[in-house]
């Protein structure tokens, strides 16, 4: 049985067509990804499924009584309110039962008139309580917040004082806890760890119910997908099988897609040419326009692979500055005087690769901005080699939405003219028009790849990455390993996931 089903779907975003009657459903326990390139409108799909926007055609439908959770649902909540009561919200109703069941007991050993109904009643909701689980709910709580990597002191914080990355996790926390008929997730691993990551795998892999997730983290992709929807030249493609599977049968289907554009476009030059020579001639211009009223009803392919793009990474390099770059001495990190790790100490060498590793919130992030200069240290030091220029991408920058691509780039290098800027820009993926609209109508891996942009144009001789590859497709992905690969200089990684960086990097360090 449906639980949803989308039927002939259009929607357009300014002046981009996203989708061509695109129609699809979701059966009752079914676990599902949505795939495809950055900017192919993936989240956009989701917002439409949960109702947020709505279809310029076609039509949406939901099975009566049935449940969804959304993770950008749960962005709205109030931020002064402590992890634990808002993890625990998800059961109010079942608190407030206990408290009535309480109430009862009390009023019956009072004394008070029928007490025996008193008991009674109190009786059958301790038995719906326990029939819910309600005395291992803490139990259920730990599991998953522990799962997910919260420390204890995290839970009885306010969420505005979480990191984003752990404010991510407290929604999706809630989200798991409320066991809705369908999940709706997107990018849901962009703040986990790798260990934090398989743990959700595995939660998901025994899900009961419905999901969907959007996500371009293919090992995690891999162990959660039963069914994948690839989202392509403005249609989806439903794929029954392993991730695994559908990305062989994909490959067939594309050059099949290929193959048949081809034949098309050769089609309709055929009839085009046939018009040009007829249409003017007495004898023939009936036939010419039957051929022509063929074409203008004809459902023309869109090229193949024309919405991905190339994209084509490039940092420049400076200049050698000796043997030894950074030189790390029982360095200690932290705040507030707390350190986080124990004393850090290691040596990087000219035109080395390393990974930092590590569980989420353990410091990795910490430690590239004291490394940089941007909090202090709390003992023992680090060193830079005279005339080192580091390029820094850092997770947490804080950007203006309202800006452009071409703006932003802009406001990093205004000598640059509108030919330069839209070069770089275009380079990173972001082409046309999507280089002046605000960065709030493009996808996650579109801002990505402005940031990258930025990065680009700045010569330097040590390359710094927090979490690059969060919201990047496979194909840009790919492009960000063959650049870092190609750099000269020595370069830092903090990722999450090992299938980006395993190969590239010299070694790794635990955290």
């Known amino acids: 049985m449906a639980v949803l089903e989308l039927e002939n779907i259009e929607f357009n975003y300014s002046d981009k067509e996203l989708y061509n009657r695109v129609s699809f459903k979701i059966n009752a326990g079914e676990h599902c990804v949505l795939v495809g ?3 192919a409108g993936k989240t956009t799909l989701l917002s439409l499924i949960v109702g947020d926007i709505r279809p310029d055609k076609g039509k949406i439908t939901w099975e009566p009584h049935v449940t969804y959770s959304y993770l950008d649902q749960q962005l709205s909540v109030k931020q002064d309110m402590p992890v634990k009561q808002y993890l625990y919200g998800v059961y109010q109703d079942l608190f407030d039962k206990e408290a009535q069941m309480e109430k009862l007991y009390a009023d019956a050993a009072a004394g008070e008139p029928g007490y025996e109904k008193l008991l009674d009643k109190a009786m059958r909701l301790g038995d719906e309580l326990t029939q819910k689980d309600f005395y291992s709910l803490q139990e259920k709580v730990g599991r998953l917040t522990d799962g997910l990597g919260f420390d204890k002191g995290d839970l009885d914080k306010p969420l505005r004082m979480l990191s984003s990355g752990q404010r991510e996790k407290a929604y999706l926390a809630k989200m798991l806890l409320e066991e809705k008929d369908v999940l709706i997730m997107d990018e849901p691993t962009n703040f986990l760890d790798q260990f934090q990551v398989a743990w959700l795998s595995s939660y998901l892999q025994s899900y009961p119910r419905a ?4 996500s371009h983290d293919e090992a995690f992709l891999e162990q959660i997908a039963q069914v994948t929807f690839c989202l392509e030249n403005k249609s989806v493609t439903r794929y029954k099988g392993t991730f695994e599977e559908y990305l062989l049968q994909h490959e067939l289907d594309k050059e099949q897609y290929k193959k048949n554009y081809e034949a098309q476009q050769r089609y309709i030059k055929k009839e085009e040419q046939f018009i040009a020579s007829h249409i003017v001639r007495a004898t023939s211009a009936k036939a010419a326009k039957s051929h022509r009223a063929r074409l203008e009803h004809l459902d ?18 400076t200049h050698d500055v000796g043997e030894k770059p950074l030189q790390v001495n029982e360095l200690v990190i932290g705040y507030d005087n707390k350190p986080l790790l124990s004393p850090i100490s290691f040596i990087l060498k000219k035109g080395e690769k390393i990974a930092i590793l590590g569980q989420n919130g353990v410091g990795k992030s910490t430690f590239l901005k004291t490394i940089l200069g ?5 003992g023992g030091s680090y060193k830079w080699l005279e005339g080192t220029v580091v390029n820094y991408y850092d997770q947490d920058e804080k950007i203006n939405l309202s800006l452009s691509p071409f703006d932003y780039v802009r406001s990093y290098y205004p000598d640059l003219n509108n030919t330069q800027v839209r070069s770089a820009l275009a380079a990173c993926g972001v082409k046309k028009e999507l280089a002046m609209r605000s ?3 493009l996808s996650g891996g579109e ?7 930025v990065m680009t144009l700045r010569k330097a001789n040590f390359l710094v990455f927090d979490e690059p590859t969060n919201h990047l497709d496979q194909k840009a992905k790919d492009a960000l390993f063959d650049a870092i690969e190609r750099y000269p200089g020595a370069v830092i990684i903090v990722s999450h996931e090992k299938d980006f960086y395993d190969g590239l990097v010299d070694y790794e360090l635990m955290f």
């Open 211 to 214: 999901f969907l997730v959007v």
């Open 447 to 453: 801002v990505t790849k402005a940031r990258f942009a």
């Open 300 to 317: 023309v392919m869109d090229a193949p692979g024309k919405e991905e793009g190339r994209v084509h990474f490039a940092f420049p390099f």
């Open 374 to 378: 941007r909090i202090p240290s709390i």
């Open 37 to 39: 390139s950055n900017g």
């Open 439 to 441: 960065m709030s109508e």
